[in-house]
């Protein structure tokens, strides 16, 4: 294949480093050049659907959490369809961005989206995946942006006939893709990145 | 049916190519980096969408870091830098709009950073970030000081080479990178952990800053070339815009 020749090879990644705060959050870490962080609102008026909170910690393998990571994510509105230019679907909820970015607390290692309860996306072959949000994590220590897939355990119809749920094998692991909603109505999502609890990551 | 469809629309990553997560030498990695094997799957909507960011966003100095942070009237200490390239997917396309995002140390090779305790000092005119947005051919430039080397506590006596640390996002969210550049000529690129990390000499490559000549502003300051590739769709937008039609 002659356009297999011509492909450039994508940028190979390196880690964000323990001071990605500078360029991504940098009013977090007390640089005002730019107005506001990027993505640290991701609803922007009154949206459709049920506001959720989502909560949590990323450990390492000692078990610690870690104090220097950022947490992107991105994820359709209550109807399914996502704020982006690529929407080719319809128009999504003006008021909601779709999209969070979240430095962890630096004493406790704790981050949290202010968002809303996605709605259903269709899977390739068009068929209805279960609601998810999409997380991406980088960190000092993390050489390439680690990819996960927040689901949540209420769903459990539609997560039993999801495509990507449903081809894992293991409970455990499974388990560790489902957030619990606590009394308070906040969603609980810790990320493990080694050892018996070990989150499910991906490679999309 | 096309292809698209049936296996997502974004080439599969080359992970090979891309850096293992555990690389001993950096010792951070270590208890960060997951054990299991990455699950694969092809890309859907929940990937091959993302934020796109309008050019509305940028104040008018976001992309001077020699003076987004100074003193009217000051600019911060340091051999001065043009630095541009053009951002392409893996099939050779120019990528518009996409958003990068830039940190670096000082000229010291400090940084402004409540964590960082390196003993150069910091410059008052300097914070260290900056932000663009490709232009419809996929180029991009800002202007920046040269970033000292610094220390670091990995191994008894480690030390970065000079870098600028890119954050990139394209049109997907599953083209999402971070990455650094680094410095044609710099000796100490040879001797890091961190890169290390990749696989490759050609990779070290891709990530090292030409000197442009040819872009190099007489009397005032150098220019550097950094190209930046990201996953490439196997059909563009349009295309996908024009079957729905
Ligand atoms: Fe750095």
Redesign the interface.
Known sequence: MT?EN???????????????????T?NF???A???TD?GALMKLGPVTGQEITIEGAIF???GAP?L?ALV?I???DANGL???????RGASDPNF???GRCPVD?ETGEFRFETVKPGR?????GSL?AP?I?M?I?????????QT?IYFADEVEANLSD??LS??DDRD?LTSLLANEDENGTHRFDVH??GPR??????? | MNDA????MFL????E?????L?PD???????????K????????????????GHD?L?EF?HDLIV??AKQGESAIGPRLLVHGTV?????RPVPNALI???QANAGGR??????GYLAPLDPNF?????VITADDGTYEFRTIQPGPYPWPNGPNSWRPAHI?F??FG????Q?????MYFEGDTLIPLCP??G??GSQ??VD??TAHLDMGRTIPMDMCAYRFD?????AKQT?FE??SE?L
């Open positions: 356009e011509e492909r450039l090879k994508e940028s190979p990644s390196q880690t964000a480093g323990p001071y990605v705060h500078i360029g991504c940098p870490t007390g640089i050049t730019y107005e990027l390492d393998g000692d870690l220097d992107e991105w994820q359709a996502f704020n982006s230019a690529n929407e080719m961005s779709g999209w630096m996306v269709p899977w390739v072959d995946q998810h999409t991406w980088v960190a000092r220590g993390i050489n390439i942006g680690l897939r495509p990507i081809q894992i692991r990145l080694q070990e989150t499910v990551f991906f490679d999309i | 469809k049936a296996g997502g599969p990553r080359d992970r190519w891309q850096p293992n997560a690389a950096y010792k951070s990695s270590i208890k960060r980096s997951p054990k299991s990455l699950l694969s799957f092809p890309t859907s909507l929940s990937e091959e969408t993302s934020p796109i960011f966003i104040g976001d987004n942070y392409r997917d893996e099939m050779g995002e830039v940190w940084y402004r950073h409540k964590n960082e914070g260290g970030c900056g932000r640390h954050s990139i049109h997907g969210f599953a999402r990178l971070i990455t650094q961190i890169v990390a990749l050609d990779a891709i990530l930046i590739v990201l996953r490439g937008y996908n815009r729905g």
